[in-house]
Every structure is written in structure tokens, then in C-alpha cells.
């Protein structure tokens, strides 16, 4: 894919300016816009959203190397952030992340041969009461991971399935019910 | 008056200003590395803690509480303060290092974590020497290091840019840089990358860092992390002798420091003038201790015939001087002083061509539209055009015009590479006989019948009018082969000088230049035509200036070394003073 | 207290099929605190006694820190006529703590009354609502309740025909816990990297973009609409008489049913445990908990008799409320391991602004790790402690702190496990 922004990309652009008194402001949500167009934010992005903000090429760099969520380089079709911390590391995260890393033949921080996956060992994603849990491509949230929820989660994004927003009912209405 | 006590001492100011900066004015030394007078405050290094407190104002009686003792109850803020950014309040009470076991073991804590990944580089590092985290480690910081681990490695030695060289393992995270980036030379290409003890300066990807102004950042960088790539391990600043001078390179007068071992001029830096540059220069003066350095004319040279010049003795250099002038009529003499020299050395050029009768000095001004930049960069390219328009030169409109004339037989240009310029073309010096004055080989002095070899700015002191009307003057830096440091009160003496033999020090005397100021040579040429120009030194000259010229009233050496340059009032037109 | 807490019914996280739907929430009572405060907005409920009403109900901030919510409303300086914001913080990167993606999902209009209330009491003209970039989901949900208010009537120009206008828009974080402390989450919004700011100047004096601005978690201005409808007594009677109203506390870790569970606040951790959370998992017993998230200190079993989830209360004990996310940790955790994760996460969250976090929090995982892999000594103890009064109150922000609270806490109340993992020291350390 060429590395430009187009007029409808444009256009939403504009409408992201458009929520900030400032351009700087929108450099945040506008690399989020570049990432789901382009699926990384390298420097040929970085430099496009700069021109597009009329921002300096170094400040959109130090924005982008400070979060960890904007990717520097082409990362896998589908990113698998483990949580490994906390609550998860207590219910038996790495035992998740080590049975990814064994599935998929590689280490956390790596991507596979054919480009499909990439694995990383993330910090707290706000899910603790459901550990284990992984988080797919900055989007779903998959939890009470087991062995075989992650065999069917990896058979699934190979047939480029991508799972589905779970919605954990509170304990307490279920109580209720009870 | 409002009053604050540090330390027990009671201080009175008028305006509140940061607890810091106020210290620092009243010679109170307190460590820090990321507070710079002329930049942003971030408070991130956090060196420079303080513990400070505030009275205890009683709002109903109308007073301050106070304590069994008597003295003024203090309400300490819960946690240490950086002086950087506190503001002063009138009463406070302020503890340094001095007073406080606290801000003792603060700032030995800071220290050792500024160390721990800090990498052993002292023996290689440029910046040993004059670095204060090596100054403020001995002072203030820990005895040894409880680190035992795999320090954090970083990029050395990345090309940040043509000039600067990045160690991003020695960097502490200052943020000097990036701030001097982005308020004093506007330019936004630096930033910091990555997050924690992982982030380190960069610039954008394939962008290199070619600010105008960026060997600034080398000289602010606390620690060896910016260097020069250009002075990079050349000397030990030990080494090295400091003197005052000024950038020759144009018209803006930024006053510099010229640092010199056995006699080669080994880098250039900005001298602070709150009224001219504040802490910085411009990159291209830093270039310009090459001209000192190589390429100088040394010795007296003459055409033997079309293809061949030889050197000569300064006797038989002066002897060929005087023929032609005495051969030649005053309007067959054209002579050109220069923009690029010194207020002395003009003033003695139409002195002495004055007395035989050459009325009129020509020059022409060397500008470079679209060179400045409104800050230290001007579109004058040379350090003294509006000294010299005040002393009654005329300036020419067509040079090349002028010397085409048949007329002329002789030209005399002061210190003025006229040909490599494009000033004027070879073809309109054909035929004429050229005498330069000149300190670098050029086009111009190739195309000479007869040069003399002169001082350069590091070689003598010598006054220069910045085109903001500021009379400055430089400093000899520089040895000739007739100048003595140890003799001559002007230069500066270092630390090699003051101990050791000669054979510690390993001086050659290949690098001193056989040269004269070019008053000198003008003066010893006036004693021989039995003139009464006479002056054994340039402050002499510069008295007579400012005696006799009313734009330069009340000028002296002395003035100008007491207030660091002198602003002269409004610049009108005035009047030729014949001598 | 202890007794009536099973006849609590929940009104943050009520059981109502769909209330994130804008007609059931109106249905349900939905904005009609809104809608008081506006009919009366020129004598019963003006700006300030909204802000007063807040005040004496004794509402604190649900983000950890705990500060009185009306009390930092009153911080704001009289209006100039320039655009004032509220930052709401949903953040919510703090291990242990997913209370607020739940009000996203399931109440998200009850946040958004409570942020245009607030926005009136404050003369505000923008809220933004910084969320982290993980809650992808969560933001998708808010903003769909966000567009259903605008069309109501209740966001945008000319409220419910007050003339008053206020907006809403979303922010979406990108992967930094530092952007979850107030000053770092402004210099986020405004676009830069996420450095916490000093202070002063605060940020109701100068926040985002140089303007006044109020930041509040999600879940402190969720409460506000009850406030409004019940009144500041009614609110003061629930729960812990110094940190009154009902909490989320968001159970995990070793337990049968973790989850997310609205009480009052001042609920004992045994009962929240053992019966509302169902008890340790595999029937084992509890080493230890931690209250309020990673950074509030550990407490061992022997600490829990009697101990009640309230910010006193936790004080006492030597520990801190914080976001009331619990975590249970069950008679087998390796607490040298759980260390070491801490210490991996404030190293790996760590801005690198300033020195003692940038350099600390990286200096206590190595040693951390020395020690759980069993190559550690006795001294590095004591290093360790050093290294935690070197780095507590020295930085700009908080994150030193709540790096070296676990440190300290942990290795001072299980210092027999640690040393039972460290070899002998021949000679101590200065």
C-alpha cells in the first residue's frame, strides 16, 4: 500500500482537528486513524501524519516511541498481547504465554514466519477479575484463558475469524438471580 | 523589603525569582544539571533540592507565630523542593546542602542514581574536564557504587547530525537539548525517544540534525552524550589555554572563547554576552579556527615573473613597498581597506596613505543576501563594515570599475579576498601592480605581486564594530614567531604554561607564523618615509580613534574590557577627520 | 453494617437489562438529576451550591488518591469567560482495577449526567474523556451512549434550553500508565508525550491547553447524579462515615468468583473474600491481599481480622484504599515472584522524566530478580529499602512512590521469605 493519505482520509482528519483547539492534540487519535489504515506507524507514516498536523517529524517520533501501543514496524496480521501481570500473573498467565510461545514456535516480542501472528507480554489490560486473558490486534479481549480456549482462539484468527466481544455479566446481577 | 534566609543568611530582593537563579546570582553554589538561565525549567533532574519552609502568618493578630524562643515558626513543605522552580516568597527560609543532613543525602542519592547506568567513559570522554557531573560527583556525591548489575546500553557514537556526534549511554536525560531546539534556535528537530531508562535523544527517522546552531547543544550538554564531531579527541581541555575573542565570521560580533594547544587554535566556543549572543553561537564561526590555523601566508612573498613567487625578507618586502608608492603618483595609488580588518589597522591604512597623499580609502562591504537569520546569522560577512564607514572610507560602488581604469598602476588591498569573493575579476587586475596584505592563501594572493603576511583575529588584539554598533575587541591567541605569551600581558596563559618545563609541554615552534599586524608594517614603512606615525600598541592606535573621530568618543581598551564591549550611541554620518 | 449488606441493592451497576440504552436509562429515572439541576439552576441548584452539595456529602475520589470531589471542584477560579475543561480520567491502567470499563458497559449514561452536572457546576465548556487505548471496546460503547445524549438534548448547544453549552468528546490513550496521573494525562490530551507536569501551577489554575481544568475518575463522577437526587445526607449515610458512598471493588486473584462488586464502602475484606467473592479458590487460605491496586501496600492474612475497606481504616493498617481493586493471594503465591512483576511493571510504565523513578524503578527489578532467581543476599534487603527512601518524595510524580510502597511494604511484612531465598551474607553492606 502507498504510504499517503487520501481525501476521505483527509476529511476525518479534519473532523479529529476539529475536537482540539490545537493540531498537536490531534496527533494522538490521528496515529491511531494512520495504524488501522496502514497497520503500523514506521517513519514513512510518521511522516505523513506530521505534514498532516504541520507538526515537527521529531515530536510525532517521540509521541510515538512513548506509547506502547503504536507500532514502530510491521507487526504480525494479528498482534496476541498476553497479560502477565498482577492478578493475571497469579491465575496463570505465563502458563498461558508459555503455551503461545510453544504453540506458535516463537518468544514474546517475536512474529511468526508467515506474517500471521505476533506475540507480547503486556501489562494490566483492566481485566483482572477474568485471568487469564489476552488481549487480539489492540481490539478484542479474549479471557478465562485455558489450554484449549487457545487453541480455538488460534484455529479461529487462522481462518480469519476474529473473535467476538464478550460481554462478562457482574456477578452480582447473576447472584440476584440466583 | 521582601527577605528570604538561606542558610541562616538574610537576603533582600525586590523582584521574587526562582530560588535557584538567585543563588546562582549571589554566588551561592547549589549542584543541578538541567536548569540553564536562558531555557525552560523542567525540575527533572532533580539535583538541585532544597528544604524550604514558609513563616507561619497569624491572620487575626497580624503577625508571625513564633516559638518559645522567639524566632518565626516555619511550616517546612512535607517534601524537599527544587530550588529551580521554587518561587520566591517573602520570608522563606531556605536550607541547603549547608545547613540540612537531608538535602546532604538527597543529593548524594540523586548522584548515585544518575550513575548507576552511566557508563565508565571518563578516560575517552571529551567532556572530562570540564563536566560537571564528574564536578558535582567528587563534591556532593557517593563514596562507591552499589550497582552490581548489566548497565542499560544505549547507541554510542550515532551521527546526530554533520556536527554532533550522540553517546546516548552518558546522556542523564536533561532535556537541554530538546529545549534549546525548540526555544532558542526554533528548529524542533530533537526530541527524546522511548520511555524510562530506555529513552535517549534522537531525531526524526532519516532526518539528520542539521540546525544552524546545533554545536550549541555540545556546549550545554552537561555530560559527554553531544560532542563535537569535529573537536572530538583532539585535546584534553586541560591542555588547553582559554581566550577571549570575537567571530570574525560576520557581521554580529558573537563573542567566543578561542582554545589553543602549542599554538593551533583546536576549537571555537560562545563566550556569554547577554547583550550580543547570550550563551550561543552560530556553527559556521566554529569553523573558522581553520582559517587560523592552516593555510597562512607566513613570510613575504613576491612575483618573481608570470608563473613563479618566492618568499622574501620583510626588508626587501618593505623596500619593494616603498618604491612603488614613491614611483607613483597618489592618484595613480588605489588602495582598498576591508571590512574584514580591524578597526587599528584601517585607521593606520588611511593614515599613512593619507600623509602621501591618497585621499580616498575605498572598500566594499561583503554581504550575502538572504545569509541572516534574525538571530546570530548575518547577511555581513565580514566583522567590521560599520567600523570602517566611520572612518571615513568611501565605499565603491563598482570596484571592478575603478581598477579597470587606466589610471591606476598600483593597488593595495588590506586583508581581502576580493578575487575569491568575486569582487573583482582577474582581468580588471592585469596589468596593475597588486600589493595584499593578507593572512590565508587565496585567489587573491596567488594573483599578488607582492603580499604581506599579517595577524589574524587569534593572533592580535584589535577592535571590531558588530553591525549593531558594538565595538568589541579580541584577545591574542595565538603565538607569532615575535610574540612571547609569557611576555605579552594580553594572552592568555593555561595551565601548561603556568607548570612544567619546556620539555613536559612538547611546544614546537612549527606552528607559529612569521606575520606582523598590518599597522605594524605600515608604521615601520612610515618610519622609513620619515612620517611620525608611531604607536608600539593597538591600544594606542585606538585611543587616537577615539580621540579624533566623535562616533568613537570615550572608547578605550580599557572601557571596552571593563563593560565587555561597548554599545556606540546613534551612528550618524560624520565627518572625515584628516589625520 | 455487616449484616445489611446482603439487602444492598446496587445503583451504580443496577441489574437492568440494557440501561446502557438511552430509553431504558430515562425510563429508569435517567437524567432527571440533570434535569432538576438545570430547572433550578438560578437558585436551588446554582453552580456553587451544586458544588457545596458535593461537598458536604463527603464524596472522594475513586481514582486512588481520595481527595474530596467537591472540595477540588471549589478549586476553580472564578469564570474569565474562557473555555474551562474537565478531564475525566478513565484511564484505568492500575493493576488489579477494572471498575470503570464496567460503568462503559453497563451505565455509561449515569457517567455522562454526572459529567454534564459537573460541568455545570464548574462553567465548563468541554469534557474530554481520556480513556486508555486497551478499552478499544469500552470507547466504541461511550461513544455510541455519547452521540444518543447529543441527540437527546443532554450534551451539545443550548441544554434542555438553558443556554448553556457543553461537549464531549473522546480521547483514546495509546499504552501508558503514567498518562492515568493528572498531569500526565493533560500533556497526553494536549498531544505530547506523557511527562507529568510540576506543580504549581495545578491544573485548575493552568491544566490543558493553559486553561482551568478539574480532572475526576470515571466511577467519583458517576456518583454524582445520586448526590443531586438523594441529597448530601442521604449519600453520607452510606457506608464508612469519613469516606461515605458506595464503592466498586473490583475482586481477583485466588478467589471462586472474582469480579466486579458494588458495596458500601467499609466492607470488611473477610466477608467481601469469603462470601461475597465465594472464598480462596482450590479451598486453600489467603497468604495476603492487596487492597487498592499494585501500588497500595500488602497485608498479610494476620493484618485482616476486623479490617474494613475504607480509607481510614486501610491507614490504620498500615495500607491505602486506592481504586478498592482487591487481590487475593492464596497460602502457595510465590510472593518473591509477585514482587518481581511489580517492580517489572513500574520499570516498564516509568515516563524517564526524572532520575530517581527513571533510574530507581529500573535498579529495584535487577535486584528483584537477583533474589527471586536465588542469587541474592541478605544485604541487597536492605539495599533494596534504601533504594525506597531514596526515591519516595523526590520525584514529580507520584509513580516513585507507588513504585517503592510495594517494595518496602512487602519485603518489611514477609522479610522471613525473602531471607530464606538469599544466601548468607559474609560482610554488610555500609
Known sequence: MDIAFDKTDLEEIEKI???????????????????????????????????ALELPEA???????????????????????????????????????????????????????????????????????????????????????????????????????????????????????? | MPEIFIDGKRFEYEKPQKVLQFMLDHGMELPFFCFHPSLSIPANCRQCMVQAGTPVFNKEKNEYETDE?????????????????????????????????????????????ILINHPLDCPICDQAGEC????????????????????????KRVKLGPRVTLDAERCINCTRCVRFCNEISKTNQLTIISRGDKNYPATAPGKEFDDPYSVNTVDICPVGALTSSDFRFKARVWEMNQTPGIDITNGKGTNVD?????????????????????????????????????????????????????????????????????????????????????LEDNYIL????????????????????????????????????????????????????????????????????????????????EGKYVISFATNNSEMTKASDLVIPITCAAEHDASYVSIDGRIQRTFPAKETIYTNRSLNPEMGIGRLDRYGTKFDNWITDQNKVDCIPAWEFLMRLSKRMNQDIEFTESRQILDEVASTIPVFEGVSYERIDEENGIQLPELKETEINPA | MSTDWKSYKPILLPNIKNLHQIEVYEKNGGYESLKEVIENKDDKWAKDKVTNEVKSAGLRGRGGAGFNTGLKWSFMPKPDGGPRYIAANGDESEPGTFKDRQIFEYNPHLFI????????????????????????????????????????????????????????????????????????????????????????????????????????????????????????????????????????????????????????????????????????????????????????????????????????????????MGTAGLCVLDEDTDIIDFLWRITHFYHHESCGQCTPCREGTGWLEKLLLKIKNGDGEVRDLDILLDLCTQMEGRTICALADAAAWPVRYTITRFRDEFEARCKKTIYATA
Open chain 1, 17 to 51: 482537528k476539529a475536537k482540539y483547539p490545537t493540531n498537536q492534540s490531534a496527533v494522538m487519535p490521528v496515529l491511531w486513524y494512520a495504524q488501522e489504515k496502514f497497520g503500523h506507524v514506521d517513519e514513512d507514516v510518521q511522516q505523513i501524519v506530521a505534514e
Open chain 1, 59 to 178: 515530536h510525532v517520533y517521540g509521541v510515538v516511541s512513548f506509547y506502547t501501543q503504536y507500532y514502530n514496524k510491521k507487526m504480525g496480521k494479528y498482534v496476541l498481547d498476553v497479560c502477565t501481570c498482577f492478578s493475571c500473573q497469579i491465575t496463570g498467565g505465563y502458563d498461558i504465554l508459555e503455551y503461545l510461545e510453544d504453540k506458535l514456535g516463537i518468544k514474546a516480542g517475536e512474529t511468526t514466519e508467515d506474517g500471521m501472528f505476533s506475540i507480547q507480554s503486556v501489562e494490566c489490560l483492566g481485566a483482572c477479575g477474568y485471568a487469564p486473558m489476552l488481549q487480539v490486534s489492540n481490539d478484542i479481549y479474549v479471557n478465562h484463558l485455558t489450554k484449549e480456549k487457545v487453541d480455538k482462539l488460534i484455529d479461529s484468527l487462522r481462518e480469519d475469524k476474529m473473535p467476538e466481544f464478550e460481554s462478562i455479566p457482574l456477578p452480582q446481577h447473576q447472584n440476584e438471580e440466583n
Open chain 2, 69 to 113: 524562643n522567639g524566632e518565626r515558626k516555619i511550616r517546612y513543605f512535607p517534601k524537599l523542593m527544587t530550588a529551580c522552580s521554587l518561587d520566591m516568597s517573602d520570608g522563606m527560609v531556605v536550607k541547603t546542602h549547608r545547613s540540612s543532613d537531608l538535602v546532604r543525602r538527597a543529593q548524594k542519592d540523586n548522584l548515585e542514581f
Open chain 2, 132 to 155: 560537571p557531573l564528574q564536578i558535582q560527583t567528587y563534591k556532593y556525591g557517593p563514596e562507591g557504587s552499589r550497582f552490581e548489575f548489566k548497565k542499560v546500553h544505549k547507541p
Open chain 2, 258 to 342: 578561542l582554545w589553543t594547544r602549542n599554538n593551533l587554535v583546536l576549537r571555537i566556543t560562545p563566550r556569554y554576552n547577554p547583550e550580543v549572543n547570550d550563551y550561543w553561537m552560530p556553527d559556521a564561526g566554529r569553523d573558522a579556527y581553520k582559517l587560523y590555523n592552516e593555510n597562512r601566508v607566513s613570510k613575504p612573498e613576491i612575483r618573481l615573473d608570470e608563473e613563479n613567487s618566492s618568499k622574501t625578507t620583510w626588508n626587501n618586502a618593505l623596500e619593494t613597498f616603498l618604491e612603488k608608492i614613491t614611483e607613483h603618483s597618489a592618484d595613480e595609488i588605489l588602495v582598498i581597506g576591508s571590512p574584514h580588518a580591524s
Open chain 2, 350 to 429: 588611511r593614515k599613512f596613505f593619507n600623509k602621501i597623499g591618497v585621499n580616498d580609502i575605498y572598500y566594499t562591504p561583503h554581504i550575502e543576501a538572504g545569509a541572516g537569520d534574525g538571530f546570530l546569522l548575518t547577511d555581513d560577512q565580514a566583522p567590521n563594515t560599520r567600523g570602517i564607514q566611520h572612518l571615513g572610507f568611501t565605499e565603491s560602488e563598482d570596484l571592478a570599475r575603478q581598477l579597470s581604469s587606466d589610471k591606476i598602476k598600483v593597488v593595495i588591498v588590506l586583508h581581502d579576498h576580493l578575487l575569491d569573493r568575486s569582487a573583482v575579476t582577474t582581468e580588471a587586475l
Open chain 3, 113 to 320: 449526567e454526572g459529567a454534564i452536572i459537573a460541568a455545570y457546576a464548574m462553567t465548563v465548556s468541554a469534557v474530554y474523556v481520556y480513556i486508555r487505548g486497551e478499552y478499544r471496546s469500552w470507547i466504541q460503547k461511550l461513544q455510541k451512549a455519547i452521540d444518543e445524549a447529543y441527540k437527546k438534548g443532554y450534551l451539545g448547544k443550548n441544554i434542555l434550553g438553558s443556554g448553556i453549552d457543553i461537549d464531549m468528546y473522546l480521547h483514546s490513550g495509546a499504552g501508558a500508565y503514567i498518562c492515568g496521573e493528572e498531569s500526565s494525562l493533560m500533556e497526553s490530551l494536549e498531544g505530547k508525550r506523557g511527562y507529568p507536569r510540576i506543580k504549581p501551577p495545578f491544573p485548575a489554575q493552568k491544566g490543558i491547553w493553559g486553561r482551568p481544568t478539574t480532572i475526576n475518575n470515571i466511577e467519583t463522577l458517576s456518583n454524582v447524579p445520586y448526590i443531586i437526587k438523594n441529597g448530601a445526607d442521604w449519600y453520607s449515610s452510606i457506608g464508612a462515615e469519613k469516606h461515605p458512598g458506595p464503592v466498586l471493588y473490583g475482586i481477583s486473584g485466588h478467589v471462586n468468583r472474582p469480579g466486579v462488586y458494588e458495596y458500601p464502602t467499609g466492607m470488611p475484606v473477610m466477608t467481601l473474600i469469603n462470601e461475597v467473592a465465594g472464598g480462596v479458590s482450590n479451598g486453600k487460605k489467603v497468604k495476603a491481599i492487596v487492597p487498592g491496586g499494585s501500588s497500595t501496600p500488602i497485608l498479610r492474612a494476620d493484618q485482616l481480622e476486623g479490617l474494613t475497606m475504607d480509607a481510614e481504616s486501610l491507614r490504620e493498617a498500615g495500607s491505602m
